[in-house]
């Protein structure tokens, strides 16, 4: 069975792709992939995703942590209680090519959008499973891997569409933070690192 591979990204995503390099050309088809589930889904570029559905029409499991609390109470209590701060989301396959995300529900709901769509990122962009021992030192960590799927899973959560139609209408950021299921920290993010802020102050 792959290694699973565990992610403990910032609880927005942010800080990969405004001042981190990426190969030419990922940051473009980042946002087409982005769009392009949109468009299986049947929604326009600039629609909110539902991640939860977006998951099941591509067979991939999401499972709270908290559903195996009758299994193994004492970890799951740890998470949830705080303990597992620093745990956000887990992917992994098993079986005959079933993928499943194992995500932290003791964190927001906008955290755990962000983790849901990290994870897919890894999924999406074929990332190799990282290596994980019982000893946290141990782990083995590539950050290009980390930076794409952070820049990616931005994307999904807001496409470059969607930032420009939130700062073209001056949509209140409150509003647009419910409407896309993202953190205050998130929405500046997208609406920065895809110059959609930019290009409506031009306008």
């Given at each position: ?19 981190v ?29 539902d ?65 849901l769509?990290?994870e897919l ?14 000893c946290?030192?141990?782990?083995s ?6 930076n ?19 700062a ?36």
């Amino acid at each position: 069975m792959p290694l699973p591979r565990l992610s403990r990204q910032p609880t927005s995503s942010s800080g990969a792709g405004d001042s981190v390099a990426f190969q030419r050309g990922f940051k473009a088809k980042a946002n087409r992939i982005a769009v392009g589930i949109r468009r299986q889904m049947g929604l326009a570029g600039s629609d909110p995703l539902d991640l939860c559905a977006l998951l099941g029409k591509l067979n991939i499991v999401a499972r709270p942590i908290s559903s195996f609390a009758d299994q193994c109470p004492e970890p799951v209590s740890h998470l949830l209680k705080g303990g597992g701060r620093g745990f956000s989301a887990l992917s992994f396959s098993f079986g005959d090519g079933n993928r499943m995300i194992l995500f932290n529900d003791s964190h927001s709901l906008a955290r755990q959008n962000s983790d849901l769509a990290h994870e897919l990122a890894h999924l999406l962009l074929a990332h190799p499973p990282e290596e994980i021992s019982a000893c946290a030192r141990c782990r083995s960590f590539d950050q290009e891997v980390e930076n794409e799927a952070n820049y990616l899973a931005g994307c999904i959560l807001i496409t470059n569409q969607a930032a420009c139609r939130i700062a073209w209408a001056g949509l209140d950021l409150t509003v647009a933070q419910e409407l896309y299921g993202v953190s205050a920290e998130m929405l500046n993010y997208r609406l920065n690192v895809s110059g959609a802020r930019k290009r409506a102050a031009r306008r």
